[in-house]
């Protein structure tokens, strides 16, 4: 008999695992993903990275707004799966769904458990400076992240990772452990260890109020949470105009020397004044338009010493 698979899942971090069950040869018998939304400047209709996947190698696909009704729940149950994959999916799984496969459901989480535990562990991780990260494979209780983990691989962050560039490090790493995870568990080798009780620290969504720049703050802080924030939804600050304020992203940043107000342009390259120490601006985005380095920014738009950013 084949083992029956169910994948679960939504954005760009999903479809490299998604990609490595089926190119190890496994059934998948359903995809669940988020509904085709609206997105862009143009708010076309689009479906999810991990829906277009599902199209392309021909399986069958079903987006539920929500799981909790007994109509979703029984339609889940009559898929006889033995296990479920869930990578990023972005709905609560009720209790009858974590019960249905025969062998539960495993989760890959983007982040050392219990270490950022919820729903941004990767954004979280940068912008508070932690010097290592990684993906674990787990079993998925009721509890937010609590589950026991069966399998890890670990990557450091550099001084100079953005959150986009570990989540494509991770998103990698979590496309080798799911097949071997997966083999594991049908098997009958798969050992779940609980996660440790010390250490928890929960990854909060991040909230409108968090993405505008503080220049009073620290400059180290200020480097990680551009980082953090890049490249989405971005950092931003208002860059002062002839014509009023334009709001600006900064996508890509390094700590510097130099003091003066904070927000104050230590010069005119983009040095920018903190409440201790200095970043300098190395990739910025006017709204409307597209990332720039700095340098190509500035040709368009100069800053000159002395503008204060807010």
């Known amino acids: 008999m084949t083992f029956r698979i169910a994948f679960m899942g939504s954005p760009d971090f999903a ?23 609206p997105a862009g400047r143009g708010q076309a209709v689009r479906k999810t990275p991990v829906h277009a996947l599902a199209d392309a190698a021909s399986i069958p696909v079903r987006t539920p707004a929500s799981l909790k009704s007994g109509e979703e729940k029984a339609a889940f149950a009559a898929l006889d799966l033995d296990l479920a994959v869930v990578v990023a999916y972005g709905l609560i799984l009720p209790r009858a769904v974590l019960d249905a496969p025969k062998h539960g459901c495993i989760n890959l989480h983007g982040s050392l458990l219990p270490r950022w535990r919820g ?26 992240d609590t589950g026991p983990v069966l399998m890890s691989a670990e990557t450091p962050i550099d001084e100079d990772d953005t959150s986009g560039a570990v989540h494509d490090r991770l998103a990698a790493l979590g496309a080798q452990l799911l097949p071997q995870a997966v083999n594991r568990i049908e098997n009958g080798a798969a050992r779940f260890v ?5 250490g928890v620290v929960y990854a909060h969504k ?7 720049i503080d220049w009073s703050a620290p400059a180290r802080e200020i480097d990680r949470r551009i980082r953090g924030l890049s490249p989405a939804p971005g950092a931003w600050f208002w860059l002062p105009g002839e014509k009023g ?8 940043s390094r700590v ?6 904070p927000g104050a342009c230590l010069d005119d390259r ?22 720039m380095d700095a340098e190509d920014f500035l040709r368009g738009v100069p800053v000159p010493e002395g503008a204060v950013l807010g």
């Open 270 to 291: 983009l040095r920018i004044a903190c409440g201790e120490g200095a970043v300098r601006l190395l990739k910025v985005q006017r709204e409307g338009k597209g990332p």
């Open 119 to 144: 729903a941004a562990p990767i954004q979280r991780a940068v912008m508070a400076g932690d010097r290592v990260t990684g993906v674990q494979v787990m079993r998925m209780e009721a509890g937010l």
């Open 245 to 252: 304020p334009v709001r600006c992203k900064a996508l890509m």
């Open 194 to 198: 609980p996660q440790s009780e010390a």
């Open 206 to 212: 991040i909230t409108p109020e968090e993405t505008r």
């Open 15 to 37: 479809v490299p695992a998604l990609r490595a069950l089926l190119d190890a040869g496994r059934e998948i018998v359903c995809v669940y993903t988020q509904p085709p939304r």
């Open 256 to 261: 510097s020397r130099g003091e003066g107000p």
